[in-house]
């Protein structure tokens, strides 16, 4: 996991898309299309993608939206996370966690580390298993 | 009266609040008046149980009788299979039930 | 059948350690109940009315006489010796500790068997045709597909907390025995011009607010599966309902914004996700289709069936189905014996289902959405000694597809989540329809019962379906008349008011009354639903 490198405020969806800012952080709320920020990713260093609840999984879309894009900046998952959501999150291309509540991070690691393979494709280029199968 | 029912965490089993702890026999259940939200709470945060909420109950000669049917399946067993209940040698032990 | 490689095994090993770990921390009081619900019900664990409740998956429905033996000795060691054969394919254990459930976990995973996403707002265990692979009018094998789904819906980073539970049906016959067209996403497999692919269908779905899917593509090839049901899930998890659990399924986004809206937006995103090679190469498409290559039947296995004791020529016309190989059969076995529990086995029982797989049937069994066990590829000249056998066992009811081969969920008697009760019902419908002849003299009409709105026991899609309901603390239960899961999909309509549990099982026995005295020909209760309609039944009812 890398840790936050952006401290800057990250502006709102709408504020990025309509002022004149030269705001480089945008935080995207769970129901903001992603999509919007595209035309700017080359200028923006941090996006923050809101998870109101553990529950609502759209900033999972979210991210992969922007990283298949070609977002390279950071893409951090702030909210109600939690430990073992984070693989998942991390295969979808976020690479910076802002949880509400503490996390143990010998749990994390644990959890980051756990599973050595992957059924599918994603945003983290890690090599399915269907391409191992025939490397 | 108001009787106080929750899942034991690890086995899962049907708890009742007897006053000073838990039991798996509705007969043991105590009226927890108003009591019940606040006993729930401690009694949660320990562990000691899962999921506990407040029902409504009737107290008989036979002891506490919850008021819905959910309840009532809760606290002897399934009415399919008296043998899994509580008291399969009991054959008229579900009567209050349904 | 699929069997797992090194990589299948270790995932599902690594998900037992995973799942050790999460229950230590939850016993521990490192995470709430809040926070473990979702983990837990996505290794199918629930807390059901007297115990947790561990569904464990059945990929498609087929598994093999050691995965059934695996069933048993689990029934065994950590239940109360038996287990229920669900409307997933999938079965339940009713009794089971939340200490145990790493150990049950670990033991099933020594027989490539876990109970991954078997609930939760994911991708849920794919269902299919349980005569896949037998049946005499098949395009194709559609558990290749289903495998391919299998993999790829596990663990998907995406796709695991999703607006609502995603249900994905595939079959590969013009007859639809997997109520194909009521899941979020069916898929029928079809040749197009030589080339291999699928039909889609989305939208569909029982529960609250019942709805038939919508054609959505009319073909997607093999090698463009995985990004189209990608691009399907993604606008799904993007625009899905969140504020509102009974509106949270994609079948009322569809409704919402309508099918074409729906489409357009899934072509759109499926340009943008095919450029990402998602698909798998041929290569894997065809290692699968290997697993899946037609056992070795014996090239002249006799037709003739020696029908001389009558009980057995009963059992052969009703319970046994065409095999696309000559001198083969497709045997049902019959989980729904007069006032029984329907989908229930006793662990001796399943016992015997696996050693008569192992035997008989090329090592393979199959779980039906009706909740009846399938032997796909049995000799004819073996059929008398399976019955014999299955007979001893209290496994030979004669009834598939009659009026007491009932489909009921737990209800009341399991499920936290159930109104009223459900198995009773069918045990009683089935006590007063206990006579086989007239059983057969009825003929086809299929009964489903829920005891709740969401539906597990497919009501809906009932010629016959019951509804129960919480009325001030009673049970109390709704008729509806006219549903089909199959090909010819319709959903059921309510009669009127409601029932109580005696008067249910008589306004059942009017509403074959009606049939029985109205039907032309060779109609099966359903067509002479559909030529009559309502009216007549109702006048029977509530006149």
Same mark, same amino acid.
């Given at each position: 996991?890398?840790?936050?490198? $952006? ?19 945008? #935080? ?38 922007? #990283? ?27 690479? =910076?966690?802002?949880?509400? =509540? ?29 391409? #191992? #199968? $025939?490397? | ?98 | ?5 090194? &990589? ?12 050790? /770990? ?13 926070? *473990? ?13 007297? +115990?947790?409740?561990?569904?464990? +998956? ?19 060691? @950590? ?35 876990? +109970? ?14 349980? &005569?896949?692979?037998?049946?005499? /009018? ?22 695991? @907390? ?98 074409? /809206? ?7 995103? *499926? ?19 290997? *697993? ?68 008989? !049937? ?21 059929? &008398? ?18 009026? !007491? ?8 008697? &399991? ?61 109390? @239960? ?9 090909? /010819? ?47 007549? *039944? ?6």
């Amino acid at each position: 996991m890398v840790e936050n490198q $952006h401290d800057e405020p990250a502006v709102t969806l709408d504020a990025f898309l309509d002022s004149q800012t030269n705001a480089t952080a945008v #935080r995207l709320e769970a129901g903001d299309d992603a999509r919007a920020l595209l035309p700017y990713l080359d200028r923006i260093a941090l996006i923050e993608v809101s998870f109101p609840s553990f529950r609502d999984g759209r900033g999972y879309s979210s991210a992969r939206i922007l #990283r298949e894009a070609g977002y390279t900046g950071e893409l951090r998952a702030q909210g109600d996370v939690l430990v073992d959501q984070m693989p998942l999150m991390q295969r979808c291309g976020f690479d =910076s966690f802002a949880p509400e =509540s503490e996390i143990d991070p010998a749990t994390l690691e644990a959890s980051l580390k756990r599973y050595e393979n992957v059924y599918q494709k994603a945003a983290d280029g890690r090599v399915p298993i269907w391409a #191992r #199968r $025939h490397g | 009266m108001r009787v106080l029912t929750g899942n034991d965490l690890p086995t899962g089993d049907v708890v009742w609040w007897t006053g000073s702890g838990w039991s798996r026999h509705i007969e043991d259940a105590c009226d927890v008046a108003d009591q019940g939200e606040s006993i729930a709470h401690a009694e949660q945060g320990a562990r000691r149980v899962n999921v506990p909420y407040v029902i409504d109950a009737t107290l008989t000669a036979d002891g506490p009788r919850p008021a819905h049917i959910k309840d009532r399946i809760r606290a002897l067993g399934p009415t399919v299979r008296a043998d899994l209940t509580l008291k399969p040698a009991d054959p008229m032990a579900g009567s209050w039930v349904i | 059948m699929y069997k797992y490689d090194q &990589y299948d095994q270790q995932m599902v090993d690594t998900r037992v350690e995973e799942f050790r /770990d999460q229950v230590k921390r939850r016993l521990a009081g490192q995470i709430t109940e809040d926070q *473990f619900k979702p983990l837990r019900l996505m290794n199918g664990l629930y807390l059901q009315l007297h +115990a947790y409740m561990l569904r464990v +998956a059945i990929p498609y429905g087929t598994l093999d006489s050691r995965q059934m033996h695996m069933l048993a000795h689990v029934a065994r060691k @950590y239940d109360r010796g038996y287990g229920h054969f669900t409307t997933r394919q999938n079965l339940q254990f009713n009794w089971i500790k939340l200490e145990d459930a790493p150990d049950i976990l670990a033991e099933l995973a020594t027989v490539e068997m876990h +109970a991954i996403q078997t609930s939760g707002n994911c991708i849920r265990n794919i269902s299919s045709d349980q &005569y896949a692979g037998a049946a005499a /009018d098949e395009v194709t094998d559609p558990r290749v597909w289903a495998e391919l789904l299998r993999q790829w819906s596990t663990f998907h980073p995406e796709f695991t @907390y999703l607006p609502r539970k995603f249900k994905i049906a595939v079959i590969g016959a013009d007859e639809d025995r997997a109520a194909m067209r009521l899941h979020d996403i069916g898929i029928q497999m079809v040749r197009q011009g030589g080339e291999l692919g699928g039909k889609i269908f989305v939208g569909g779905g029982m529960g609250r607010t019942p709805m038939i899917s919508h054609e959505i593509r009319d073909f997607v090839g093999s090698d463009d599966l995985l990004s189209y049901l990608e691009a399907c899930l993604r606008v799904y998890n993007r625009y899905g309902r969140r504020d509102n659990i009974y509106k949270a399924r994609i079948k009322i986004l569809l409704h919402e914004i309508g099918p074409e /809206d729906y489409r357009r937006q899934v072509e759109e995103e *499926f340009v943008a996700v095919k450029a990402l090679g998602l698909d798998p190469p041929k290569a894997e498409f065809d290692r699968i289709t290997a *697993f899946f290559a037609p056992p070795a039947y014996e090239a002249d296995a006799a037709d003739a069936i020696d029908r001389s004791d009558p009980d057995f020529a009963v059992w052969v016309d009703q319970n046994t189905a065409a095999h696309k190989q000559p001198g083969y059969a497709i045997v049902t076995i019959s989980l729904k014996p007069t006032g029984g529990i329907p989908g229930d086995a006793t662990a001796e029982q399943i016992d015997l289902m696996a050693d008569l797989a192992e035997r008989y !049937s090329f090592d393979e069994l199959r779980v039906t959405h009706a909740q009846n066990i399938v032997l796909p590829h049995v000799r004819k000249a073996d059929l &008398y000694t399976i019955w014999q056998q299955l007979d001893a066992a209290g496994l030979a009811p004669a009834n598939l597809d009659l009026i !007491s081969d009932i489909i009921a969920c737990p209800g009341l008697d &399991y499920c936290s989540l159930a109104n009223a009760r459900s198995i009773p019902l069918a045990q009683k419908i089935t006590e007063r329809f206990a006579d086989p002849a007239r059983q057969r003299d009825i003929g086809e009409l299929k009964v489903k019962i829920s005891g709740c709105i969401n539906a597990c026991g497919h009501h809906h899609a009932g010629h016959i379906g019951i509804l129960g309901v919480d009325k001030k603390g009673v049970e109390n @239960y709704q008729l509806s008349l006219g549903g089909s899961g199959a090909e /010819d999909v319709s959903l059921a309509k309510i009669t009127g008011p409601g029932f109580d549990e005696d008067g249910v099982v008589d306004a059942v026995e009017k509403v074959t009354t009606v049939y029985l005295a109205q039907r032309e020909g060779g109609e099966r209760f359903l067509d002479t639903y559909r030529r009559i309609g309502m009216e007549p *039944f109702k006048e029977a009812l509530y006149g």
